[in-house]
């Protein structure tokens, strides 16, 4: 306003400080109107500074608070995401709005008077938040032509609900929609329709979204009903939106297959080497738990089980397993151990057998072959010949005067269980069961 002012003050003054000089050039000025062609033309009322724009469209002369008998026409030109900024144009045709002009195809105008004539009551259906910028001023643009045909473009920024299914989360595609409609105006007064169909809809190349790529959009028109006021038309727009998957790659999926890939190391660590395996498989399960909590903290709260849920949740399941593994296997180490030592104590002096050694490496008595011997190992077994003690207990339990005196006879033989076998079988089962479950996992959900 302050800008104004100073500009007509300007021009007041440079009217008054050029009079003299027009009066001493007046004669040769109306030579040159005389015998110029461009002077020849006929007046344009439009550019008469005599003349107000309530004058020329004749406002007063109208009641604007009624429609015209004309539709409207919309389009949108994007600008950001969901909550997303837009060019809301109008198009309809008002007779009352007409006016003479021989040279001027259309007059523009601001929100001043976009106050004083009709416009349509639009509004965003289901929108959470929304307005009209105003930064310098109201971002409003007000084209009428000669003909009554109008033009009503705003910058607007709404915040829309879309009812997303994370069902697939992050592995998604989601369609939202926004919903633009007649607060007032049945459709008996207001008709509603997309000007060029899909076309109306243009959006800015140069603008990629963080999280989703657009991958298609289009528009539809239908009615919609409420039983205290009638029918509506309400235009859509239907944009389809891909989640970016790369982000969850890195922050989600990759820690935690390699957390999983962590806990098989304990497979080929000795077991009796507890300070080792424990803390990496408490390791391994806390981990996963603060991963699981940190994808859950930024996500919407719903009553259903999400993808990425089920992938984190079977991969602290194999966590767990692991810890699990190991705790069975120290436990029937432990077991096997005891009873071997309440064994020992029951068995008769193993002097009178001839050489132990030889007994030991002769599969015909000890049901052992050179292979087994040395595939077996040491794990478990004390260094000072605690598998030359086994061999002779088993030894002793064949023999049947020995047998007679310790009981049950075999009993040894049912309770030996060779624990090192089970980490050799888990090293190939958790591995190939874990990428059963991807293959599985991606082929559903890619």
């Known amino acids: ?105 259309s007059m523009t105008f601001d929100s001043r008077l976009v106050k004083k004539i009709w416009v349509p009551d639009m509004f965003f259906v289901h929108s959470k938040r929304s307005f009209i910028h105003d930064t310098t001023t109201d971002n409003v643009m007000l084209r009428v032509y000669p003909d009554g045909n109008v033009l009503y473009s705003l910058r607007v920024t709404v915040t829309a609900m879309c009812n997303m299914d994370l069902s697939r989360f992050p592995l998604d595609t989601q369609t939202c929609s926004l919903e633009i409609e007649s607060y007032a105006y049945t459709d008996d007064d207001l008709m509603l329709y997309w000007k060029k169909g899909n076309e109306s809809l243009n959006t800015d190349d140069r603008i990629s979204l963080s999280q989703f790529l657009i991958q298609k959009f289009h528009t539809t028109t239908k009615l919609a009903f409420y039983s205290s006021t009638g ?40 077991r009796r080497a507890v300070p080792a395996r424990v803390p990496l498989g408490i390791t391994t399960v806390l981990t996963m738990s603060t991963i699981i909590t940190g994808v859950n903290a930024s996500m919407p709260r719903v009553s259903y089980i ?24 120290n436990y029937l180490s432990t077991v096997q151990e005891r009873k071997e030592r309440k064994l020992r104590e ?9 050489n132990p050694d030889e007994m030991m490496i002769d599969p015909q008595i000890t049901g052992y072959g050179s292979m087994d011997i040395n595939t077996t190992g040491n794990y478990g077994m004390p260094e000072n010949g605690g598998r030359q003690e086994r061999m002779l207990a088993q030894v002793a ?46 082929s559903i959900y890619s």
């Open 397 to 442: 339990l064949n023999d049947p005067q020995i047998a007679s005196q310790v009981k049950p006879s075999r009993s040894y033989v049912n309770i030996w269980i060779d624990t090192h076998a089970i980490d050799k079988y888990s090293r190939v089962v958790f591995p190939g069961a874990y990428i059963l479950f991807n293959i599985i996992y991606w």
């Open 306 to 329: 999400k993808a990425v849920d089920i992938y984190l949740w079977v991969s602290f399941v194999f966590v767990f397993l692991s810890v699990i593994e190991y705790a069975a296997v």
């Open 231 to 270: 029918w509506y038309n309400r235009l859509y727009i239907h944009f389809t939106l891909r989640r970016h998957i790369f982000f969850f790659l890195l922050q989600t999926y990759f820690p935690a297959t390699l957390m999983v890939m962590l806990s098989w190391v304990s497979f080929w660590i000795d």
């Open 346 to 354: 029951r068995l008769p002096c193993t002097c009178g057998i001839g």
């Open 1 to 105: 306003m302050q800008a104004d002012a100073v500009l007509v003050l300007f021009c007041v003054w440079l009217a008054g400080a050029a009079g003299k000089v027009a009066q001493s050039r007046g004669h040769k000025l109306e030579t040159y109107k005389q015998s110029s062609p461009i002077y020849k033309r006929s007046p344009d009322m439009t550019k008469s500074p005599m003349t107000k724009s309530e004058q020329l469209l004749r406002i007063d002369d109208h009641d604007f608070t009624m429609r015209p008998a004309f539709g409207a026409q919309c389009s949108l030109f994007f600008l950001q995401d969901f909550t997303m900024t837009l060019y809301l144009r109008h198009y309809w045709k008002d007779e009352r709005l007409s006016f003479p002009s021989t040279n001027n195809q």
